[in-house]
């Protein structure tokens, strides 16, 4: 890896401004757009680097020299949901573990996938396998052979109905992602890998799909998340086995949708999750310590928008009085996200007139066909997956500054902080990387 992306030096207070406009960030950008580094610098490769770290291949790396010189037998990564490059850059320096974590070791930015929704990056962190590839395009995901739509996370349709209770023919989780989970190859390499979620998140029948192979721990707190961190590593150094812990915690994602970006609620989340880390890895056994790297980064960024600026598709007769139709009748509502809108349309006349009608619209938005973002390899390079091709919409709109959704889901239009596209608040994420004994020998001084 060239010394453009790693150990990128920024100050304390490092504007929103400064920390974006950085020349060295990874990606290929075009004005308030960012094309993912899938080949390179992207949280798509972050699973092979832990894979590679731990001595197993299981796909694509990151660069060489992401990570700090050392033999590892253990590797944490922590993921805080919606942690965007910008934030790390103006908060490091008072937030200590950011602070100390990037003293000690190695700290890159690199780019989210398309889109850059907790859905798709999410199995992306579970299985190394692009959008493209996983077939996942965003919280809300067509499923054209049963006639509905679904969120995938949660496992239920945009009702709110449990799909693995609906019918004899509900969907199995596994139907919904096209992609072996990373902790399978790890266990075939003799790597023993543990997942530490949120309750509510680590059960269900996603998180058992993209988790197979793992020992998933659900926490009910961040206290008792942090504890089963800690826990996992003492764990690891008494068996002598390689092992993977992924935790992830989902509250700064959270607050950032409710308040934005700069938030009081955003910053204290932000320390609270950093806190409860740092107080229980700083106890690690030092024997234990020097077998571990500690890593720390993030799905996706926000950007903040102006609620009141959102667009109503449902206000656009030109679009939404030409959606496709399910088998039963009803119209197909928008997929994807706010910042990642897909359309399915009924013709190719319909998509000619919304593409248009969208194009004229007073908002900046790139309108693609579904083919041309294909083409284009947004969502990953290489072949598309089936699951890809079916799901992605007749045109897909990405926003440059709002959030695009529609009345009937009216809660999406209200986020202050919001992520999908492809600007590059939501792109540009840290991956900050140190042994844990270093670690705690800058955080002593």
Known sequence: MSDDHADTDLG??????????????????????????????????????VGAALG????????????????YSTVVVVLVDGLGWDRFSARRGSVPLLGSLSAAGRTTPLTSVYPSE?????????????????????????????????APLPFVDRDGDDLAAATDEAPDAADLFDAE???????????????????????????????????????????????????RVEAAAAGGDPTYVYAYWSNVDGASHAEGTTSELYD??????CGAVERELATVDPAAAEETLLVLTADHGHVDVDPSAAVDLS???????????????????????????????????????ARGRLEEAPFDARVLTGTEALEAGLFGPGEPSDLLRERVGDLVVVP??????????????????????????????????????????????
């Not at 997929?335 to 990642?340: A, F, Q, S």
């Open 400 to 445: 440059r500054d709002r959030s695009v959704w529609f009345g009937g889901e009216s809660r999406k239009l209200e986020f202050v902080g919001t992520h999908g596209g492809q600007h590059p608040a939501e792109q540009y994420v840290p991956f900050v990387a140190a042994g844990l004994d270093e670690w705690n020998r800058v955080r002593e001084s």
């Open 315 to 353: 206000t656009l007769p030109a679009v939404w009085d030409r959606r496709d139709r399910h088998p039963d009748g009803s119209p197909v509502r928008p997929t994807g996200g706010p910042r990642n809108v897909h359309l399915h349309l009924r013709d190719g006349a319909a998509v000619e007139r």
């Open 56 to 71: 197993a291949d299981v796909g694509r790396s990151l660069p060489d020299g992401a990570l700090p010189d050392g033999d």
């Open 268 to 273: 204290a989340e932000l320390e609270a999750v």
């Open 12 to 49: 304390d207070d490092v504007g929103l401004h400064d920390a974006l406009e950085d020349p060295s960030l990874p990606g290929c950008r075009r004005g308030d757009y960012v094309f993912p580094d899938y080949g390179g610098y992207c949280v798509a490769n972050v699973p092979g680097t």
């Open 181 to 231: 989970p990373v902790y399978e190859r790890l266990a075939d390499a003799g790597v023993e890998s543990h997942t530490v979620h949120e309750a509510r998140l680590s059960e269900g029948a996603y998180s058992a799909a993209t988790t197979a192979g793992a020992t998933r721990h659900g926490c009910e707190s961040l206290a008792e998340f942090a504890l089963a961190v800690r826990r």
């Open 118 to 150: 907790t859905a798709a990056a999410i199995t992306t962190m579970h299985t190394g396998a692009t959008p493209a590839e996983h077939g996942v395009l965003g919280w809300n995901v067509r499923l054209p052979e049963r006639g509905r739509t679904c």
